[in-house]
């Protein structure tokens, strides 16, 4: 069976190396696991500590492989999103550019298997809204990297933003939404970070995506499409608490109308988790996610296959949905080259 992976993470060596020659925060740094440490400022936590893994495209292409399915990948970035705004406007620019890129690259190179997502500097909004365009235009990138937060402006959903996802809409951009590391690590810190990595990340993402209906900004832009990770962080299940609660936000339909009509994966070890989401959602709306190599996409695997879903949902899931709601490409067919003449001889 051919599997879309809409959650999939790989991150290309050239970028962290150019931020590693910073003299200043944010800087980044090698590791002792192969991998790049990120901090956004002296003393603060590391929005990144990843290990070689996350660089090495074959090995993660081949550990698929070992699956048993044909699998193509949709490149996001995770956490480390925020990092493209922590930098002056001109400097994220420079930086979120370079990786996108190394995402096109890696779309040429891997044609009709590796598709990849851009960088976005959000703490200039024209710049944004160009980078966007250059990524989506001319590079061919099939969706952007939205973070739950923004550098020192945290907002998401503030006011200065809506030329940016007025433009994202008319594009038709998927914007990719994940946890950033950036405003609860510290508050939930403590248990070698175990009460962060099981809830502060389901509450980051909620929280980043909840002000997106509050602002009005999903109401004011019907046609935006927002992919949310982890099989949408709380929302599904608060749905109801979220719409007795926030009345004062005086929107004119319930709060779970729009979170309805977000899109968003499979990333759940837990396989009620996946079929709540499926039936909260809705079967069109859930593409199939791994979080490779975040987790391990066989144990993805099993717990998707327990839920029991019949074969045309699963085939939804698995491929269609993501290949519709991304709008992804086979590769253009190479024209063949006419056989070479040979000279006539007398």
């Known amino acids: 069976m051919r599997i879309v992976d809409s959650h999939f993470h790989w991150r290309p060596r050239s970028v962290l190396d150019?931020?590693?020659?910073?003299?200043?925060?944010?800087?980044?740094?090698?590791?002792?696991?192969?991998?790049?440490?990120?901090?956004?400022?002296?003393?603060?936590?590391?929005?990144?500590?990843?290990?070689?893994?996350?660089?090495?495209?074959d090995a993660l292409f081949a550990h698929l492989d070992s699956l048993g399915h044909d699998f193509d990948v949709v490149c996001s970035i995770g956490p480390f999103s925020v990092a493209f705004s922590d930098f002056q406007a001109e400097e994220g620019r420079d930086i979120s550019m370079m990786w996108n890129e190394e995402m096109a690259a890696m779309q040429r190179k891997h044609a009709g298997r590796f598709y990849g997502t851009g960088a976005l500097p959000l703490v200039d909004t024209k710049v944004a809204i160009e980078v966007m365009e250059h990524a989506v235009g001319e590079l061919g990138l099939c969706g952007m990297n939205l973070p739950?937060?923004?550098?020192?402006?945290?907002?998401?959903?503030?006011?200065?933003?809506?030329?940016f996802y007025d433009r994202a809409e008319e594009l038709g951009v998927t914007l990719f939404m994940h946890p950033t590391d950036g405003i609860y690590e510290e508050m939930l810190d403590g248990y070698n970070g175990a009460l962060y990595l099981s809830l502060g990340r389901v509450i980051d993402v909620s929280v980043a995506a909840y002000r997106l209906v509050l602002s009005g900004i999903m109401e004011r832009h019907p046609k935006l499409k927002i992919f949310m990770s982890h099989t949408g962080g709380a929302l599904p299940y608060q749905s109801g608490r979220m719409d007795k609660n926030s009345k004062a936000a005086k929107l004119p339909q319930n709060p779970s109308t729009y979170i309805k009509r977000m899109?968003?994966?499979?990333?759940?070890?837990?396989?009620?988790?996946?079929?709540?989401?499926?039936?909260?959602?809705?079967v069109d709306n859930i593409m199939y996610g791994t979080d490779y190599p975040c987790w391990d996409p066989?144990?993805?695997?099993?717990?998707?296959?327990?839920?029991?879903?019949?074969?045309?949902?699963?085939?939804?899931?698995?491929?269609?949905?993501?290949?519709?709601?991304?709008?992804?490409?086979?590769?253009?067919?190479?024209?063949?080259?006419?056989?070479?003449?040979?000279?006539?001889?007398?």
């Not at 740094?29 to 192969?34: C, D, E, L, R, Y």
């Not at 400022?41 to 990144?48: D, F, L, Q, V």
């Not at 937060?149 to 030329?163: F, M, Q, V, W, Y």
């Not at 029991?308 to 709008?327: C, M, T, V, Y």
């Open 148 to 163: 739950g937060s923004i550098g020192k402006d945290t907002r998401i959903d503030a006011e200065r933003l809506e030329p």
């Open 298 to 346: 066989g144990t993805c695997l099993k717990l998707f296959n327990e839920i029991g879903l019949s074969a045309a949902d699963q085939e939804k899931i698995f491929f269609s949905n993501a290949r519709r709601i991304l709008g992804l490409k086979d590769p253009a067919p190479t024209k063949a080259q006419p056989a070479k003449r040979e000279p006539v001889t007398a």
């Open 18 to 57: 150019r931020i590693c020659e910073r003299k200043d925060f944010p800087k980044a740094k090698p590791n002792s696991k192969g991998g790049y440490l990120y901090r956004r400022g002296e003393g603060g936590s590391a929005i990144s500590n990843a290990g070689g893994e996350w660089f090495d495209l």
């Open 263 to 282: 899109f968003t994966d499979t990333v759940s070890p837990h396989t009620a988790g996946m079929k709540f989401a499926i039936e909260y959602y809705g």
